[in-house]
């Protein structure tokens, strides 16, 4: 059946691809150059969002009917309760960065609905709150308690919206992304986590060429499903052992927001809207969008490898990569002659 299942994924998107310029019309959902905070060349189709929500539609369908298997996790081990919370959670989460790439959404409604979304879908599921953590340079579990419940609503919310600041150009959210479901299929060999990999593969060749931005949909919607998984990973299927495995595999772009969140503040501006002090604006006005690229791959997967790979502990990883960070954003906020 997963043999079917994949020939059924080739076939649609070997027809997005084909039929991509009349799809993208019928669509009509396109990011316009402002010459601002937008500065690409020509107006782009925002599909990437709705070609993966099209894809795990056929997924969830199939998993649903034909696996044991939901997302990565054995259903048995789930609950009516789980389903109902998980859907509801992808398919909001969708249809909101779906609405602001073609309404544009303010960022304080996006999150106020994000947290209500949030809220609701906790209530429904208990096995998405995260009741206690493990760290690895303390003997003791951390019992959150009656503070479960905001806790996951805040680290959720926090997830989502790092990985919404963070994008910026061509390339850079699907590297990410790749990285996140990448570490989550070391760590479960599922064929979720398989097939998503391969989604976004698809999903960058068609961002790296200009031809899409995979836009607030796609991040929403990818940022959305990552979170479940490593909750689930973590309270489920048990892989996920140390918060700590988190906590680096998201430090780079968690670190951009708050250096973002600190200067807006410090300047009296809403720190939910955008500028062009993020740390690929800064890249990207000495680099090119390649060399920005591959300088944001390296800063990203950096953390993963000094604490899960080298084997650092958590305070000898974290203080070199917070050396890196601060070193890249002195050097690339000088104003030194334009690379290419």
């Known amino acids: 059946m997963i043999s079917l299942l994949v020939i059924l994924l080739i076939i649609l998107n070997l027809s997005i691809f084909i039929t991509f310029d009349k799809f993208a019309k019928i669509v009509n959902v396109y990011d316009v150059p402002d010459k601002k905070l ?60 779906f609405y602001d790439d073609k309404k544009n959404l303010s960022p304080n409604k996006k999150i106020i609905i994000s947290i209500f979304i949030i809220f609701l879908s906790l209530l429904i599921s208990q096995n998405l709150q995260i009741d206690k953590i493990s760290l690895s340079f303390y003997d003791h579990k951390i019992f959150f308690n009656n503070l479960s419940f905001i806790f996951t609503v805040f680290s959720i919310l926090l997830f989502v919206n790092s990985l919404n600041f963070y994008d910026g150009i061509n390339g850079q959210s699907c590297f990410f992304f790749l990285i996140i479901f990448i570490f989550l299929f070391l760590k479960d060999m599922n064929i979720f986590y398989l ?29 959305i499903i990552a979170s479940i998984s490593l909750i689930f990973e973590h309270n489920i299927n048990r892989n996920i052992v140390y918060a ?25 501006k809403n720190p939910f809207y955008g500028d062009r002090n993020h740390i690929h604006h800064l890249l990207t006005k000495k680099f090119s969008i390649s060399i920005s690229n591959l300088i944001l791959l390296n800063y990203a997967i950096t953390p993963i490898i000094l604490f899960n790979f080298l084997n650092l502990n958590f305070y000898s990883s974290f203080l070199i990569f917070l050396f890196m960070y601060f070193v890249l954003v002195l050097i690339i906020s000088s104003h030194d002659k334009k690379f290419n």
């Open 195 to 223: 097939l998503t990999i391969i989604l976004i593969f698809f999903i960058l060749t068609l961002n790296l060429r200009n031809k899409l931005f995979l836009g607030d949909s796609g991040i929403f919607l990818l940022s």
């Open 38 to 97: 937008k500065l690409h060349k020509k107006k782009t189709p925002v599909l990437g969002g709705l070609i993966l929500a099209i894809n795990y539609f056929i997924i969830f369908l199939f998993q649903f009917f034909y696996s044991n298997f939901f997302l990565s996790f054995e259903k048995k081990l789930l609950e009516v309760q789980d389903f109902f919370s998980i859907i509801l959670l992808v398919i909001s989460f969708f249809l909101i960065g």
């Open 244 to 268: 700590d495995e988190i906590f680096f595999l998201l430090l780079f772009p968690g670190l951009d927001l708050v250096r973002l969140t600190v200067i807006r503040i410090a300047k009296n």
